[in-house]
T-cell receptor, first 112, second 111 residues
Framework: DGGITQSPKYLFRKEGQNVTLSCEQNLNHDAMYWYRQDPGQGLRLIYY???????QKGDIAEGYSVSREKKESFPLTVTSAQKNPTAFYLC???????????FGPGTRLLVL | GQSLEQPSEVTAVEGAIVQINCTYQ??????LSWYQQHDGGAPTFLSY??LDGLEETGRFSSFLSRSDSYGYLLLQELQMKDSASYFCAVRDMDSNYQLIWGAGTKLIIKP
């Protein structure tokens, strides 16, 4: 079955620690995205990538980093510079930048 | 600037019809999408309007008026499983065709 997987489902971060969230898709989509969702809020774009080895900052990129070394994978690192990382993180992909986005199940990040 | 407005909460009765409105302000409007999100889950795509008019997909329909910067999602024959949050999202040409999301409307359905 084709789809988008994210792991882990829950992630705990200690003070000063970097953590990496995984996102994998087997839909053969070119574009991939990372969003952050806070309670009662809409989605805010962190980073997006339209093609392998290329990515652009979204509205709230500070404190985050990404890589796109393979078409199927778009990991997100939440660095210690992100002072308020507690949120629900959603990865999405689409055939192209103008096409419908499909979402993974999300990772909930909590700070210890 | 860019902004979207939708009601924070709507309540309806099982079997009824409900309309969720969305007004937007963007410089490079390209299209309006609707997504459904159940508590703790991921958003799932419902519909997309690029041109004025009504798009129908089963019990769900979506309408767009570009001249009024307005759209709505219409849900018919409401079922308890439709209880969820509904998000409108504008695709913006001036933001490299990225989606700009509203804050969501929580739909509460009563038996």
């Amino acid at each position: 079955d084709g789809g988008i997987t994210q792991s882990p489902k829950y992630l705990f971060r200690k003070e000063g620690q970097n953590v990496t969230l995984s996102c994998e898709q087997n839909l053969n989509h070119d574009a991939m995205y990372w969003y952050r969702q806070d309670p009662g809020q809409g989605l805010r774009l962190i980073y997006y990538s339209q093609i392998v080895n290329d990515f652009q900052k979204g509205d709230i990129a500070e404190g985050y980093s990404v890589s796109r070394e393979k078409k199927e994978s778009f990991p997100l690192t939440v660095t210690s510079a992100q002072k308020n990382p507690t949120a629900f993180y959603l990865c999405a992909s689409s055939i192209g930048r103008e096409e419908t986005q499909y979402f993974g199940p999300g990772t909930r990040l909590l700070v210890l | 600037g860019q902004s979207l407005e939708q009601p924070s909460e709507v309540t309806a009765v099982e079997g009824a019809i409900v309309q969720i409105n969305c007004t937007y302000q963007t410089s490079g409007f390209y299209g309006l999408s609707w997504y459904q999100q159940h508590d703790g889950g991921a958003p799932t795509f419902l519909s997309y309007n690029a041109l004025d008019g009504l798009e129908e997909t089963g019990r769900f329909s979506s309408f767009l008026s570009r001249s009024d910067s307005y759209g709505y999602l219409l849900l018919q024959e409401l079922q308890m499983k439709d209880s969820a949050s509904y998000f409108c999202a504008v695709r913006d040409m001036d933001s490299n065709y990225q989606l700009i999301w509203g804050a969501g409307t929580k739909l509460i359905i009563k038996p």
